[in-house]
Nanobody, 124 residues
């Protein structure tokens, strides 16, 4: 499984970005997907996760109400719509896949495959 994240960039506070993560493989619909982020000098942290069909999602408290995770299984792609961005959202964002388990995990150790990361910078 290969994951390719894209969509990062520089945005002003209050703005929006949409990240995408394209996955290889024919079994994407059996991957629970997650987004994580790592800010400079900090540990990587959970952002959001979505179930196989997209019917269940979970978010970190810090992004709840501002970010939306979604997926298109026909396109093998998961998205992270980020609205009302704040400078503290600045980080490298990573997508990750848990293969074969439809539970929504927040721990990075539960994910089997990782994308390369895409940088989001929010200016004040």
């Amino acid at each position: 499984v290969q994951l390719q994240a894209s969509g990062g960039g520089l945005v002003q506070a209050g703005g929006s970005l949409r990240l995408s993560c394209a996955a290889s493989g024919r079994s994407f619909s059996t991957y629970a997907m997650g987004w994580f982020r790592q800010a400079p000098g900090k540990e990587r942290e959970f952002v959001a996760a979505i179930s196989w069909s997209g019917g269940r999602t979970v978010y970190a408290d810090s992004v709840k109400g501002r970010f939306t995770i979604s997926r298109d299984n026909a396109k093998n792609t998961v998205y992270l719509q980020m609205n009302s961005l704040k400078p503290e959202d600045t980080a490298v964002y990573y997508c990750a896949a848990n293969v074969g388990d439809n539970r929504l995990y927040q721990g990075e150790e539960e994910y089997h495959y990782w994308g390369q990361g895409t940088l989001v910078t929010v200016s004040s």
